[in-house]
């Protein structure tokens, strides 16, 4: 016999399907001896269980009600706590967030143009002991102003003259 | 008149204190005699159903009264639970190793006032001692079905409720448990 209702013996000798369900699976249990046992070993399972079912070691109530009211307490103190103080937790937030920007902006800044040329200068400059004869560097600047470097020949002839 | 449960989740809703001492008189032992079936540890058990109190006082405005205020509050105790095992080592085998020190109690002596034949006694002690041994090896959804079957006698459908599940589901969570539960009691 085919499709048999297993899943629906618990409810049935509980009595919990619906009238036209009941009928179908007695039904059955009439033409299957296997269910119709199987309904019964339920039946006698659900029952022990039911009489036997383990109670739990007895409770001082009285203590457990006092824990309880201390627990509903301490809780309701911890929800007070937060919405009774929103200024320092938004100042704390605040700052906690500028800090955090300006540790990622200050890591993620790459040198602008201007700077990445004055670094390369100074490493040439390092390179070429040019920054130890600063003085002489800054003259070379103040002749260039002065327009003499493009008269440098006339000068070595006036000199030779 | 007294109030519905739901009422009275509507009036803890708007910090009615009273209504919440109610609603705890009414659900305590409940919710840790629930616990306790879930967890099997009795100061977890305590915890756990205070937690789920304190989470009812907490969101009962979201409470729409759509559900039964009871498979409700199962709910967030039951997922408490569940929560509570898988971030405790899982699921274990316990039956022995949780009972409080010293309390010596048996399975048989929790019973509520048995009947019994102490010739049997024995022979019953050891296998109700079986069968919940069993119970407690279950997966976790399984067992939470059968303890809300057995014990809070739910129907189907609000099991499904409160496991948030569709009630085909609970239907295959309860065929399987039961299965292995007749199997191993079959085994010995």
């Known amino acids: ?161 | 008149m007294e109030l519905t449960d739901e009422a009275l989740c509507q009036r803890v809703a708007e910090r009615d204190e009273a209504a919440f001492d109610l609603l705890v008189a009414r659900y305590q032992e409940r919710s840790y005699r629930l616990a306790w079936s879930i967890l099997r540890n009795a100061e977890d058990a305590r915890d756990v159903s205070q937690e789920a109190f304190i989470r009812l006082y907490e969101a009962a405005a979201s409470f729409g009264g759509r559900a039964k205020f009871s498979t409700w509050f199962y709910r967030i105790l039951v997922n408490l639970c569940l929560d509570h095992r898988r971030k405790n080592k899982g699921w274990r085998l316990w039956v022995r190793e949780d009972e409080d020190p010293g309390s010596g109690e048996s399975l048989l002596d929790r019973q509520p006032a048995p009947a019994r034949d102490p010739v049997d006694a024995l022979g019953r002690e050891r296998t109700l001692s079986a069968l919940w041994s069993a119970v407690d090896r279950l997966a976790p959804q399984q067992r939470a079905a059968v303890i809300l079957q057995v014990q809070e006698e739910l129907p189907t459908a609000e099991i499904a409720a409160v496991l948030k599940c569709s009630e085909a589901t609970v239907r295959v969570h309860l065929h399987r448990a039961l299965k292995t539960l007749k199997q191993t009691m079959e085994r010995r």
Request: charged share 25%; with cysteine; aromatic share 6%.
């Open chain 1, 1 to 161: 016999m085919a499709n048999h209702p297993e899943t629906e013996l618990v409810p049935y000798v509980r009595g919990e399907l619906a009238p036209a369900d009941r009928e179908r699976v007695a039904h059955h249990l009439d033409d299957c001896p296997d269910c119709r046992q199987d309904a019964e070993d339920l039946r006698e399972l659900l029952s022990q269980l039911t009489r036997t079912a383990p109670l739990p070691p007895a409770l001082h109530w009285g203590r457990w009600r006092a824990e309880l009211g201390e627990k509903l307490e301490a809780r309701r103190a911890r929800a007070r706590a937060w919405w009774w103080r929103p200024l320092p937790l938004a100042f704390s937030a605040g700052l906690a967030g500028v800090v955090l920007l300006l540790a990622v902006w200050g890591g993620w800044r790459t040198p602008t143009g201007v700077e990445s040329l004055t670094m390369e200068e100074a490493m040439l400059g390092g390179r070429f002991g040019l920054l130890q004869q600063y003085s002489v560097v800054e003259r070379l600047d103040l002749l260039e102003d002065l327009d003499l470097i493009r008269n440098l020949d006339q000068l070595a002839g006036t000199r030779e003259g």
